[in-house]
């Protein structure tokens, strides 16, 4: 009874670990992006990127003599970071979909607004949303919604799969809409709020885009001035010895 308490116990935390592995590679695109990622490959992925950071470390410390103790604890830093690294550039490939999504979320909700006060059905509605979206990601998420819906009859389900498709806080609020819409039929009030929201949102993103680009813009401004004083005083150094050379010769 013991061995068969601890195999099960083995096998619920395995099951949970994958399950949360599934979820994170389908909130975060990943699947959208490697169809053929699965869980195990994602997990085999993360430790070929261990070992070849840990590989590239130690090569690292033995070109440049370190003592034992820095390469261990370089190398010590170095596997983990080369483990979480896929999962790092998922999280970022994921906020800059997030960001390219907004205008086209935004488009979401202002049809969808306008579509149900026009009296169409959901189904027909997020059929004609398909044709004016034009992220992939959120455009291909949208057809399986639609085709889900159409198949299963329930929108609640489909609505579901369609939320963990994302990590994004406003096609959440989406959905958790359009579940209230279900079961009290009230929708137009709250799109036009959230498509309020998400213009201000776009806005910030667009301030924060020109801050960033003024910042580059000022750092090869002060690369170049750097560049310009430096050959200055190089070629001020060089007249100086030529003169020095000059006078002793």
Known sequence: MKGGFYERQKRFLKSSWYEGQRAFLK???GVFWFPKLTEKRYFRIRLTAAAL???ATAAAAEGFRLPVW????????AVPGGFFFPRLALRISDRRDNERMMPDIRKLFEYVRIQTKAGMYLTNTLAACYLKISN???KQALMELNAQIIAANSISGAIRDFNEKFDNEYISQFCVIVLQWEESGMMAGMLEDMSGQITDMEKQLLRQKQN????KVLLITLLVFCGIILIGA???AMSFLSSVSGIMG
């Open 136 to 138: 992939g990601r959120l």
């Open 234 to 236: 190089y070629q001020l």
């Open 70 to 77: 820095a390469a261990g604890c370089f190398l010590a830093a």
């Open 212 to 215: 960033r680009m003024e910042r």
């Open 27 to 29: 909130s975060t695109g």
């Open 53 to 55: 950071f840990g590989v």
